[in-house]
């Protein structure tokens, strides 16, 4: 059994790691550390009660390492840099699931999250740990920059056409639509159930989401040029689930058909991927709690458009689910497991 | 025109208040206080945009009375009570919604609210704002006690029995389940929209809400002899509503057909309060966003038990709309104007 | 007092306008017909009862003419135009919440709707029913043709650059979402409450929806060119509103503050579309039961882009509101009497 | 691999128990009927696809029965009393989650039911499957009538203090409170989303619920006296949960203390049903999606009164994972596995 403990323990990343590693087969969760008063997790999380017996309390890194293999960080970005090393250094494997280790040009990271970088060194091994992109550079990694949610969106949406060259990169829209958990769980007026239930839908940093710089980078790294994307996130009165909408200029004439045939084989064998038939449409709903991400393509060959739209659990795939298939594949075990 | 302020415009009766009297034809909002930094109405709520140009800030009770002729004090109980005697001197008309003024045993009170009361002396004169029970007294009052809204739930469902002394009142269960305004704006980690949203149900203080001694005070004056009641409130996963579920245990054999005519006869005149008719039952969505109260009645004579169900919007019935009813009975308006 | 009849009574836009017409202090309701079987309003909206003694049932548009001075259509497509020459032929003024009187050009009508037009001879005196450009007209006019909802939230979004001939009308991108109400009353599998409310968020129709005609016929309108939308709507978890996400690609170059002018200044003096100040945007909560459109706008002048968020509640200035303020223009009534 | 089948797959019941199977490690999915169209069960259930390969269709169960060591009949009742029988006489071990088989006294399932019972000859032998109080029949059984959802939620929360005869019999209130899924999955107009998500909470067939005489039949049984219960169900706008509050007249003088140690004493060892902690209330939350019943109790020795309240799933514990547990009882696998 794989040994592993989870910082960042009273998260919704946090605790949905817990609710998934609690079923796998293969692994015992030996350590949680939040920044809490002591108690047994079943006060934190009374559904867990149980099921698992163990305090949450707020411990030393290193005292993490000495009793794991392996650590998730669900921590917020700055955090993780600082605990990170710490984890690394006593030899244990790290899965990080804030932004520290994902942007690859200090200078950019540095100017979205407004703090110098205190461990650059790290950036050039670690991997960005999107299964379907880097499967092999993730079997090797010691240290995983797990993505973004609205990022593995919208890059599991965009690779095949950029990777075939056929967009037009200058003029990418990414209309993306998220549940509340994506927030985070800290008391704030403005997500409180009475400001959300209350037919509230709404647009929320405009080309300013300090996931853009992730997503710029990937989407570049796919088409070989540099790509600026335009990017608007939402807020969906709905506890989970992210759906994006992608609008493409496409640089070929294709149809529907043939774009389906595009995404189908490019993401043949993967598992997590699901291209939708002709005339199916992605909902949060097909997805939610599951590590799945939905595919649905609508090509408009007389205006060169295509329409993606692409589901995902925000906490699943776009967080806690994909850190698991991450550690899957480091770990040798089949990569379903678990999820 | 009658020239109103608010005190506690930032909370949601206070909101609720805003929304009322901006359409009451003879009204005018002249001062709006709040414990906030000083900002255009407009700012605190957006909705209001163009329809109301004032700025709500920290103001002094003595300076609202100066721009006023009658205040709604729609604050924290305590706070209430240092304002309430400011005002009243000022010879301004008070609309107290918390409960400072409503318990008349100060002992009571000061146990249930665990401090102690500072201006005794305007129990005397205060009148418990139950138009349907206390018109008259409400007609020739200076300060009002506005009630909760578990309380108007709970007593007009229970006032017709009671008067006729039908009902055994050693154990009277009042099962009451309320949407998540009930519990204030404040950003509190158990009401943001991810704890709730995600199917929760849950009931809290059994038998132990600061609104029993309310419900007990007035349940005993109806009955004639000392009631104490059971009460177990709850939290639905949705913005408004109040639903009172209350279980009588019947001193007389009557059927539903009988306890209909009595509740109608009770309720005569009165357009706030819809008896349904003989398989009726109550949902809170009908009487939301209206000052409206449903009740619903079913009789088991072969277990002498009856059930009363009433439905009322917290804000509304239960806060607000109830005082502006109030202050339309005050001022001699008809008295759903605005409602 | 004006005498109003509305048929389609029991449907949501039928609802609302009923909800709103009972406050309007110049109108009396003088029939209620829908397809239903006789029964008092108060059966089918029991929030209702107490404000309104009528029965509702399947009435001869003839019957509702001799009975009203005007008849407010809220109908399915084809229905309306079976009763609106019958009413016109009455004298009686009609406003229409469906889509036959909205499109000039019969073809595209009867392309999208897929029937034949029977009464093409009143297309050319109907008036399209948005105050906000058509004024004028409505105040004249027998026939409304009041707008859908999706077209009024992105009509309203684009008419300033459009009319400014600042926009490449070649590529504009309407990212829409709605509340269910939207899609009707009837039940259907798909819209039951278990199917939406389990964090379902989806995409339909992408560039297939019907209000498409109606929005490339008004754009084109403004513009002077002809315009060929792409359209995705969304449906939200939600009761009501919608919000646009509109991108448009700008031919100048103009930055937000200059963009908020050009809007302001063509929104100079209407009550109902509400501008708002740079680094707002808008939420459907704000506008949600009132008949405002608030528009907030950022424009990224280094990527020509422009993207322009509309909210309106989409029962009422998306229906029901905007059918009472064409009442109002036509009946010489304050434009806000009511709304 | 034990090879199950499910007929009425296309329920809610039904959906819940290819979702937990599918995650089941000693179980394989042979056959979904469902009385549909026949269709790829990735088309009735999007989320399930890439999951379970397999058409559903309206199958005999004969047919069932070659493909399949056991049925699960998640189908309406009266549905079930004519395909029980078929399988039984095939050798198939049957678990039967409608009413048909529950009630062991005919004339009282014909009154409530309003059908004649067609096997009656089959309730001699079938074992009502509530594992924590008939885990040796269950063992031993061939048909397993499982629980409804109310009664699972009433019967747990009352039996230690039946069993333990300290309760008043003869006036047992249970204010019950389900989620919208309780409802069933037939496309109605009163369970839209428009109709449910408007702040609408309300009661429902007061005293008059088929669940009743199964209620009444566990009490009595666990009493030793004939019970006749009070049982008013409500539906809150959620997809999942049912909390039950139980007002109970206690013969005895305990407090909440000694209660809880009574609870703690009758559960010990039943994985399933978690007594909660002195001064803790259970929350639908903790328990949706697990087949956990979590029970919370607070007793006033003074007004003799106990006021039990628990909450279950009323898909899982009160559906398709106690029909689960009883599979595993019966197939002698671990009583929690894949659960």
Known sequence: MLKVGIMGASGFAGEELIRILLAHPEVKITALAAKIERMHVSKLYPW???????????MRAEDIGKKTDAVFLALPHKVSMDFAPVLLKQGKKVIDLSADFRIKDIAVYEKWYEIKHECPEYLKNSVY???????????????????????TSIILGCAPFLKKKIVDTDYII??????????????????????????????????????MPEIDQELSNLAGVKIDVNFTPHLVPMERGILSTIYLKLAKKINTKEALEIYKDFYKGEYFVRVLE??????????????????????????????????IDNL???ASGQAVQNMNIMYGFEEKLGL
Chains 1, 2, 3, 4 share one sequence.
Not at 188 to 196: D, R
Request: aromatic share 8%; with cysteine; net charge positive.
């Open 174 to 211: 990414c209309d993306s639509k998220s549940g509340v958990s994506g927030a985070g769980r800290s008391p704030v007026q403005a997500l409180m159930f009475t400001e959300i239930a209350t037919n509230s839908f709404r647009p929320y940093k405009v080309n300013f989401h300090r996931h």
């Open 129 to 151: 740990g999107l299964p379907e992109l880097y499967r092999r550079d993730i079997k090797a990694a010691d240290l995983i920059a797990n993505p973004g949610c609205y990022p």
């Open 278 to 311: 002709d005339g199916q449409l992605p909902d949060t709903k097909n997805v939610v709690r599951s590590n799945f991400c939905d595919i649905g393509i609508k090509v408009f060959p007389e205006k060169s458009l295509a329409v993606v739209m692409t589901a």
């Open 316 to 318: 699943v795939k776009g």
């Open 48 to 58: 867990s009660k149980a099921m698992l017996d163990m305090d949450c309390f707020d």
